[in-house]
Each structure stands twice: as C-alpha cells, then as structure tokens.
C-alpha cells in the first residue's frame, strides 16, 4: 500500500470507526487506530515525570539492556550499561534483525520496547519472551494504561501533549518528535522499580 486507504476522509468519522483500524495489518492503518485508543485512554492519576532513558542512566550499570527498536539517545547508555542490544525489524550497522530476538532477549536483564511493536503486532510474542526480565514498553505511541502490567510490563513511558495547535501544526507539516520535543511532556507509570 502506498498511502492510508481513508486519507482526507478521516474528519467526521466515529472513534469507533478508527478503532477498527486496529484490526488491520497495515502498519499506517494499525497506526491509526493506536492514534484513536490512545486518544481516548484517561490518563493516570498517579505518574512520574521524567524520559525513561535518563532513568536508564541512572539504573543501568552492569546490565544487559536489549532494546526492541532503534531509539536516537541509545548512544547516551554505552559506558553505562554492561552491554547494548538492538533489535530492529529493519537493522542499521549493529543491530540484530528481529527475528533474533528469540535468543537475545532471554539473556538480558532489562527489555526496553518502543511503542511501535503494537503496530507491528509483534508486542505479544515480545512480552511473552520479556516474562522474567526488567520490561519497559515506551516511546510517542505506547497506551498509557496500567493495563500493560497485567501483561507483565513494570514501566509504561508515553508523552502528554500541553499544546495541541502547536503539535498538530508540526505533525501536519511532516514534523517529527524532535519538533515538537518542547510541546510534551514525558510521563512515566511504574509498576516497580528497577
């Protein structure tokens, strides 16, 4: 597919109508739909302020952290942490292809998941393979809701939009998180501690 099937068509649809989106498996469409649920999830009363990854900092020494996903601030861990694994469904120089995730994922102590594995549907089987280890789902797209912990995950990161026009305005303009990195803020539930 080379676009989203409903472009210019969304104003006007029922949330539920998005929601089906879900259902797909075409990563845009699904990425829609995670969008609308995400929209409608209540935020907690109870969360922490503060980007996962200087959490990391601050907890990962001599541990083995394998990130599902290439996230830009990896870098800030090495020499930090005991060692850095990055599995990736589409690898860059030293990434692992996805499918080895089987292997490396058990030898880790800490799992740290982007949000994007719920578009790809790949969430399950990766939680399946977290069960004993540290496990953080995080990035723009994670739900915020403590449902994830029943599924074994201990920290959920996600952002909070505190300007709406703004954000909307970057997004629409084919902007990134990094432009609009300043209209956030980065929220963080925790089941336990690391």
Known sequence: MT??????????????????????????????????????????????????????????????????????????????????????RKPKESDYLDTFQEYLIPESDIVAITGSTFANKSIKRILELSKDKYTIVFGPSTPLSEVLFDYGVDMIGGIVVKDDNKVFDIISQGGSLEKFKNYINFITLKRMNL
Request: aromatic share 12%; glycine share 8%; charged share 35%.
């Open 3 to 88: 676009g989203i099937e409903d472009a210019g068509y969304f104003k006007g649809k029922k949330a539920f109508e998005l929601l089906e989106y879900l259902k797909t498996f075409d990563t845009l469409n699904v990425g829609i739909g995670l969008a609308t649920l995400n929209s409608l999830i209540k935020i907690p009363e109870k969360y922490e302020q503060f980007n996962v990854f200087d959490y990391l900092l601050e907890k990962s020494k001599d541990k083995k952290i394998v990130f599902i996903g290439h996230f830009e601030d990896i870098e800030k861990l090495k020499g930090v942490a005991k060692e850095i694994v990055v599995i990736e």
